[in-house]
């Protein structure tokens, strides 16, 4: 295993909950530290740009009250995930706050900046970074992230290509920091396998949008609960990077999901609420197949961990 620095080295479970576009918020970040595994949400999620001072205050508050009265079993840390790309102009506002909180753990994707990674390093944070491909690994490590997150073929939202066999491997040779691994990670049986890769943690998004507390609609839970792998689709129309989605939103958006047109990654936009992208057109990845049911966050952390130790008593028989 990785050396692996604090807040990441005592976790309950070896698992992270991806930050979800629109769909994590405090409640949902609060139930999955609670469960034992470590809670994400952009900060881009708070809107107006002030709402995040009073969601970060509600999370670290909430969740300092809890370790207080559960002494012997404290929550796991939380992460905000930063979207370090020319189109973000709350950056540097998002980061102030995040500061001024003392975030634990931040997942910084679309680009690698020393001066973040900095911020997050003044006060003892740890900065994971998004990565689709051992050289862009590279580049971020050499920007000073602490370690990776990769995201390999099928994860759900800007995915990439890469095998997650090739792209551990490949990351391993060089690296021995942490390192989370996602793409169609949604039962325990795969975090183990992630573990065995090479993999410090699994990075589980997708399968958390079925759960109560994340603010997604019902329908959109329901066809999480309801679709699989053959129903995801890869394309770049809705934000100019490639990403996964599923085909029955892009249907009920009145489009092909067989034949959709090629975007231009110059028109990506992360700073505005006009893109029908993750709200209208709902991200997800492949993992899905093994989501039957909408339940608490509670209950699917619990499941996750049963059927972990499951799978390590197969293996170990």
């Known amino acids: 295993m990785s050396r692996l620095p604090a807040p990441l080295n005592a976790l309950p479970?070896?698992?992270?909950?991806?930050?979800?576009?629109?769909?994590?918020?405090?409640?949902?970040?609060?139930?999955?530290?609670?469960?034992?595994?470590?809670?994400?949400?952009?900060?881009?999620n708070a809107r107006p740009a002030s709402q995040l001072d009073e969601w970060l205050a509600e999370i670290t508050e909430t969740l300092a009250a809890y370790n207080k009265a559960h002494p012997d079993k404290p929550a796991a840390p939380f992460a905000i995930n930063q979207i370090v790309h020319k189109s973000n102009e709350r950056l540097?506002?998002?980061?102030?706050?995040?500061?001024?909180?003392?975030?634990?753990?931040?997942?910084?994707?679309?680009?690698?900046?020393?001066?973040?990674?900095?911020?997050?390093?003044?006060?003892?944070?740890?900065?994971?970074?998004?990565?689709?491909?051992?050289?862009?690994?590279h580049k971020a490590i050499e920007k000073g992230a602490d370690g990776l997150v990769a995201v390999a073929a099928g994860a759900g939202g800007h995915a990439g290509v890469k095998s997650p066999f090739a792209l551990i491997q490949e990351i391993r040779q060089w690296f021995d920091g942490p390192v989370a691994l996602s793409g169609a990670i949604s039962t325990g049986g795969a975090v183990l396998a992630a573990q065995a890769m090479g993999a410090d943690f699994a990075y589980i998004g997708s399968a958390f949008i079925a759960t109560e507390e994340a603010r997604a609609s019902d329908a959109y839970k329901q066809a999480i609960v309801d679709s699989n792998s053959d129903d995801i689709v890869y394309s770049n129309l809705f934000t100019g990077v490639h990403g996964n989605y599923l085909a029955p939103s892009i249907r009920a958006a009145g489009?092909?999901?067989?034949?959709?047109?090629?975007?231009?990654?110059?028109?990506?936009?992360?700073?505005?609420?006009?893109?029908?992208?993750?709200?209208?057109?709902?991200?997800?990845?492949?993992?899905i197949?093994?989501?039957?049911?909408?339940?608490?966050?509670?209950?699917f952390v619990a499941q996750l961990k049963r059927e972990y130790q499951e799978a390590r008593q197969r293996v170990c028989a």
């Open 255 to 287: 489009m092909d999901p067989d034949n959709l047109p090629e975007s231009d990654p110059s028109k990506m936009n992360f700073g505005g609420d006009k893109s029908k992208a993750w709200k209208d057109i709902w991200g997800c990845g492949q993992g």
């Open 13 to 44: 479970l070896p698992i992270i909950g991806s930050p979800l576009f629109i769909i994590s918020n405090p409640k949902l970040v609060i139930a999955q530290c609670i469960a034992g595994v470590v809670g994400a949400m952009p900060s881009l």
């Open 92 to 137: 540097e506002h998002d980061m102030e706050m995040c500061v001024k909180y003392k975030v634990p753990i931040y997942i910084t994707s679309l680009g690698a900046r020393e001066d973040i990674n900095a911020a997050a390093h003044s006060y003892g944070g740890v900065v994971l970074h998004d990565i689709i491909n051992n050289k862009f690994a």
């Open 289 to 299: 197949g093994a989501i039957s049911k909408v339940q608490s966050t509670a209950d």
